[in-house]
């Protein structure tokens, strides 16, 4: 069974430029979260997704970055007109149900954004 | 809002020793769960170890142990035989049992073990 699947592990993009980046969940997961990792910081929840619905974004900022969870396919985390204040390491982690336990703490390996 | 504090910025063991990471927690709910993740220096998140807060026993996982006291609301992690692979950075995380898992982390520990 293969674990939540992110890529591109790393991804650069020029000031302006859009990036997206995917996640495959566990099979049998339904539950996508993202969090952003600043430099010598720690992860910080972005935005909860099931599929096809954007449970919890409180975390997203208002404007340039929005996620998708679609029926079929990855989850897609998008950042239109990229900065170079986002450059992050974005992880993502899959959960097959509500309620919290250590079944629903795997992340992904991380996509390493750096803005150019 | 829940915070996660972790006060101790570096942390340096000699190798076969056993080593304390700190972590408080600071929530008024009562049903949650804590998380010790290590992020080596290839950067991905791997998970160590898991406390409910309905759990009786402290958790156990290999050379890990979480000590876990829920009335000083501290969830210290304990490294037993410290190995030269167990250096990385280590964070604490909270999620409140509200039905999905929204992770709340802690500005981490930079453990170093020396041969």
């Known amino acids: 069974n293969a674990g939540v699947m992110q890529n591109p592990r790393h991804l650069v993009r020029r000031r302006g430029q859009e990036a997206r980046l995917r996640c495959s969940p566990m099979?049998?997961?339904?539950?996508v979260y993202w969090y952003r990792q600043l430099p010598e910081e720690g992860l910080k929840f972005m935005v909860y997704?099931?599929?096809?619905?954007?449970?919890?974004e409180s975390g997203m900022p208002k404007e340039r970055f929005s996620a998708e969870f679609p029926k079929e396919g990855p989850s897609i985390l998008r950042i239109q007109q990229v900065v170079r204040g986002d450059s992050a390491a974005y992880f993502c982690?899959?959960?097959?149900?509500?309620?919290?336990?250590?079944?629903?703490?795997?992340f992904g390996q991380g996509t390493r954004l750096t803005v150019v | 809002a829940q915070k996660i504090t972790q006060t101790q910025p570096g942390m340096f063991v000699q190798e076969k020793e056993a080593v304390t990471l700190d972590c408080t927690y600071d929530?008024?709910?009562?049903?949650?769960?804590l998380f010790w993740y290590k992020q080596p220096s290839s950067g991905e998140m791997i998970f160590l170890i898991y406390?409910?807060?309905?759990?009786?026993q402290n958790a156990t996982e290999g050379r890990y142990s979480l000590n876990f006291q829920k009335a000083r609301k501290s969830a210290n992690l304990v490294i037993s035989a410290s190995q030269l692979g167990d250096s990385a950075m280590y964070f604490c995380?909270?999620?409140?049992?509200?039905?999905?898992?929204?992770?709340?982390f802690g500005t981490g520990t930079r453990l170093l073990v020396s041969p």
């Open positions: 982690a899959s959960s097959p149900r509500l309620g919290v336990g250590d079944t629903e703490a795997f």
């Open positions: 099979k049998g997961h339904s539950h």
């Open positions: 997704l099931q599929k096809e619905n954007i449970i919890d």
């Open positions: 929530t008024s709910d009562q049903s949650y769960g």
């Open positions: 406390q409910g807060s309905y759990d009786e």
């Open positions: 995380a909270f999620a409140m049992n509200t039905g999905f898992q929204k992770l709340v």
